[in-house]
Structure formats: C-alpha cells, structure tokens
C-alpha cells in the first residue's frame, strides 16, 4: 500500500541560543491525512521546533519542505502563506482589540473596507462548526485564558491552514468536549488541502496528556534534550513506555495521597481556614460572573474546583484575592494561619490579603504571576521584600536575598545557571516552581492555586501536585482551580463544579467519577453536600 504523501518534512533541523543547544539534528515527518503527536518534557525542544515551522525562529542548519517543495520560512507571515498556522501555549492576542479584530488581524482581505457584522457572522459559524464557542464582539482582556485559547484557535482555522499545529489544546476543556476535539481534529485532516497540494491536512498535536496521544495521534514523536528520541505508532503504544521516552525513568502517575494529614490535630482539620459565603461578583464585561457561591476550605484539605473555563472559576479566585470587587457576600480568611481568628475581608485589597497570608497561584505565569524581565531572585522576593532581613527600612539587603534565593532554588530545585537569571527564560515547570517557592514561603497555610500544572509535562506535573500535596500533609487549606479531571480526582479531598457561576455540586473526590463531573460541568445540577 502506498504510503501518504509527506506534508512535512524537516531534516537536520539545528537551532542554537547563546549556551543552549534547543535543536540538535532533529528529523520530523508529518504524513499528510494524520494527527502527529509531539511530546517531551519542557524545554525539550518542542516549542522550539514549531517556531521554526511557524516562521518565528530561523533554524541554523537543516532544511523544511512543505508537501513536498523547499520551504523558505523567513517570517511568520511566510508560513500563513503556505498554510502553516499554529496555536501557542502563550498566546499571541492583541488584548486590547476584539475576538473578530484578532481574527482578521495581519490579513490582507479585505483591502479596503471591514465588514465586521460578516467577519463575526464567519466567527460564529466557524466556532459552531468545530464547538469552540466565543462572543466575537468580546474584548481579548475580558476572557479567561481557555476563551483566549479557543481564539487562537479559531484564528488559525479561519486562515484556512493545510497544517495545523495545536500545543495543549485540550486544557481547558470537559472530557466530553475533548473527545469532541478529537473528532474535530479526525475530521479536519479527511479535508483536501486547500491550496491545490496532494493529500489532506495534517495536525501537529503537542500535548502533555499521553491518555490523549493515544486517543488520538496516528504517530509520535518523543523530543528530549533537543534530540528526537523516537518515532513510533502509536497504536500499541502505552502511556508508560511514552513517559519513558519523555523523561528516561518510570514515572508515577497518580501521585500517593495519605489518607490523614499527620501535621494536623482531628480538631484542626475542622478549622475553616479560608470561605466565601453567598458570593456575587461580575466579570469584565459587567455581567453576572458568580450567583450566590459558598464553600469553605478547611486545614489540611484540598478543595478542587471543576468547571469549563469561562464559568467563573477565575472570579472566583480573584474574588478571593483581592483582585475584583465582591457585589454581595463575604470572604473570610483566618488571618495569621491556622492558630489566627476568621475575618472578613471582603474587598480588601491584594497588599491586605497578602499581609492576611493568602498566597494565590495565578493561571498566567508570566504577566499576573512573575515578572518575565526581572530575575529570578527579584521575583521570588515580591511578597517579602519590604520585611527583614531582606530590606533594612527603604534599602535592600543584596547579600540577603542573595542567599534566600539560592534556599528557594534548592528547596524547590529549581534549574537555573543563576539566581539572577531573567524569569522569562526558564521553562514552564521552572516558571512554576518559582511561584510556588514564593507563594508558599510568604504564606500562611493558605493557597489559591489556579491550573498549576497547565501546559506542563509529566514530570514537572508530579512535582507541582507533589508540592501541593506537601502542603496539605502540614495543615494547609488549598484550593486549587483546575480544568484537570485526572488532577482533581488525584489530589484533591472534595471536588466542587462550577456551572454558570454557581455551585453545581460538592462531593468527595473518593466517590466521584469522570461522568458524574463532566455532566455536572455540562449544566446537571446535583445537590450539595450538607
């Protein structure tokens, strides 16, 4: 049987950055009429790789065909033209403009007058087609992070990409809505190409969710060290022998959760550390964003909230946080930790909360959570900086936090030459590992986690729940926001679903299964626990 025409082809493929070697040799095909999954851990290559097919690298060696004919890929703009379109983990949103102003953004049609009433019409069937959903009229600044997902997405779907280069595009969604994206993606590469070439379209699927590469992919490729460690079938394949590859040890899956929390007194695992009762808030746009939510977050637990981005989890949190108004309803927090009384603090603001000792893991790592240009160790002392011995009045004390940082970076190994290395060049596990340090150092038992492992890979995952983990078994109250199913029922000690801004159902994580969240997350109201 002859085999499919290639839509991808890249050889010897070398890209160099001043001391790191990201691509080192790497041979990629992608058949045309596949899914093609790309795995590693992070800082493997992989981001790296695409970038060049994308046209925002230039390799240093080796050479790319697409369907066939020698592709010069100067600029992003080159690889649009040749059907290359390609979804970014850290979008590429003009936050200031519209979802139907960040589609049609860079096109060279029409030349003269927008129509827009037409170009969010298109939006709308486009998103109808391939269930990705988004109010095209809605400023980027106002959605949350899985909305601005679904934008880039369908901006690459309304360029009538032939190759399509999807990284994590099933963070943010249901089971249910993630196996709709499979078939979507086993629909879209039956499609001829739309430029005349031979063959279908072809999906590039980076992901690190191997149940999904799987699912899904027809091949693999494992990147690591920047180096292609295999291509294989995936049929056949199991999800231990791809984690093998990505990190060359066994890796644990399901991370263990004692049953007790050794730390912590029966008497102090009743204590509310952290609660919000009857809680309304609005969101960017100035609707309704939370109907009346209450739950509470005791010591020693770990409270998952399950929900589709855009049900207002992320209001939720910076509700909490100090990092949008309250309308009706109270937060309270016992300040100080677990030996501090409940207080109110509805409304205060995010310097109050923090002297509170509410620590907050944004979902944007970089931009809400660190800062990208400033160091490492000028992000890990944020929340410190003002107190000794890290400043003496208005001065900085250098060799002091000189020598916390190194004892966050060891603490919480993280990889780095330096401590005074820019933030923004670590990888993603890296860039997590230092919010955590600080957010767990600044404070008191209490933690508001947003997606911490998105867009990680095993390894890094394992670590981040590990930490999490660690923290309950010392009496800490967490509660972690999380589109995850597998990561909730893992970690997790009570699972509430957020539907529409309000409360669904709470259960403990012992007795929940996928179905039962995911009809929850879908709208079923199932009744509270007392």
């Not at 990208?372 to 000794?388: Q, T, W």
Request: charged letters at 25%.
């Amino acid at each position: 049987m002859t085999s499919p025409p290639l839509a991808v082809e890249m050889r010897g493929i070398t890209k160099v950055f001043p001391g790191v070697i990201a691509n080192e040799n790497v041979d990629l095909e992608v058949r045309a009429g596949e899914i093609h999954a790309l795995l590693g851990e992070n800082g493997a290559g992989k981001s790296t790789l695409m970038n060049i097919l994308a046209g925002l690298y230039r390799q240093d060696a080796g050479e790319i065909r697409l369907h066939g004919q020698l592709a010069q890929l100067h600029s992003p703009s080159d690889a649009i033209r040749l059907g290359v379109g390609m979804v970014h983990q850290h979008f590429k949103l003009v936050d200031s403009q519209t979802v139907a102003e960040n589609v049609i953004l860079g096109l060279k049609r029409p030349a003269f007058r927008l129509d827009m009433k037409r170009t969010a019409r298109e939006i709308e069937e486009l998103g109808a087609r391939y269930k990705l959903a988004v109010d095209p009229g809605a400023y980027i600044w106002q959605l949350g992070v899985g909305e601005q997902q679904r934008v880039e997405i369908l901006k690459t779907l309304y360029r009538n990409a032939d190759i399509l280069i999807l990284d994590e595009p099933t963070a943010v969604l249901t089971p249910q809505e993630s196996e709709e994206l499979g078939q979507t993606l086993r629909r879209m590469i039956q499609e001829p190409a739309t430029r005349g070439h031979a063959g279908n379209k072809a999906v590039i699927f980076i992901t690190h969710k191997l149940d999904e590469v799987v699912r899904f992919s027809d091949r693999v490729t494992v990147l690591r060290g920047g180096k292609v460690e295999a291509t294989i079938d995936t049929a056949g394949s199991s999800k231990a022998d791809l984690a093998r590859l990505m990190v060359g040890r066994t890796v644990v899956f399901q991370v263990e959760k004692p049953p007790f929390q050794p730390h912590v007194t029966p008497e102090q695992r009743q204590e509310v550390l952290f609660a919000v009762k009857d809680l309304h808030a609005l969101n960017d746009k100035g609707l309704p964003a939370l109907n009346g939510v209450s739950l509470e977050v005791h010591a020693g637990e770990i409270l998952g909230i399950a929900g589709v981005a855009g049900n207002g989890q992320r209001e939720l949190a910076q509700s909490i946080t100090g990092l949008r108004k309250v309308n009706k309803g109270q937060v309270l927090v016992r300040c100080g930790g677990i030996q501090g009384k409940l207080k109110e603090v509805t409304n205060h603001t995010p310097h109050q909360i923090i002297d509170d000792g509410l620590s907050y893991v944004p979902a944007n790592r970089l931009g809400t959570g660190l800062a990208g240009n400033l160091p490492i160790s000028a992000n890990l002392i944020l929340k410190d900086y003002r107190k000794e011995p890290l400043s003496h009045g208005p001065f900085l004390d250098r060799t002091s936090i000189g020598r916390f940082a190194e004892r966050l970076i060891g603490a919480f190994q993280i990889t780095t030459p330096s401590a005074e290395r820019p933030v923004r060049l670590l990888s993603g596990g890296n860039l997590q590992k230092v919010i955590l340090a600080r957010e767990i150092t600044a404070g008191k038992a209490m933690l508001v986690a947003v997606n911490p492992t998105r867009g990680l890979d095993v390894g890094a995952t394992e670590s981040v729940q590990r930490t999490l983990l660690e923290q309950r078994a010392q009496g800490a109250g967490v509660l972690l926001v999380s589109e995850d199913l597998d990561e909730l029922l893992a970690i997790c000690d009570r699972i509430a679903v957020m539907y529409e801004g309000r409360v669904m159902g709470v259960m403990p994580a012992q007795d929940a299964n996928r179905d039962e969240l995911g009809l929850m997350m879908a709208g079923e109201h199932i009744q509270p626990e007392a």
